[in-house]
């Protein structure tokens, strides 16, 4: 079994305030969740509104499934309007 950890900190857009992020952030997690089989949680920069470091981790018995899954999600999260990627990063283990 290989178990996937993708860490993404993303640059919020359009947000002015705690609030605003947290919507943004819960919105993308349910769209990341019912597309993806994932688990995903905020994990830093809670207490800035224009800024969010988001894990999202999953298990696989193959590590290439666990890469095209991770290259495909991170596409559906570029695409969301109100977030840009800034970095990235990602482990097997």
Request: net charge positive; aromatic share 6%; no cysteine.
């Amino acid at each position: 079994m290989v178990i996937g950890l993708l860490e993404l900190e993303l640059l919020l857009n359009e947000t002015r305030s705690l609030k605003e992020k947290r919507s943004v952030i819960s919105r993308l997690r349910s769209k990341i969740q019912k597309k993806f089989n994932v688990s995903f949680s905020e994990v830093g920069s809670q207490d800035i509104w224009g800024r969010a470091e988001v894990a999202i981790t999953t298990a696989s018995a193959d590590s290439k499934m666990i890469h095209r899954m991770f290259s495909s999600l991170e596409k559906e999260v570029e695409r969301y309007p109100a977030v840009r990627v800034i970095q990235r990063h990602m482990e097997l283990l």
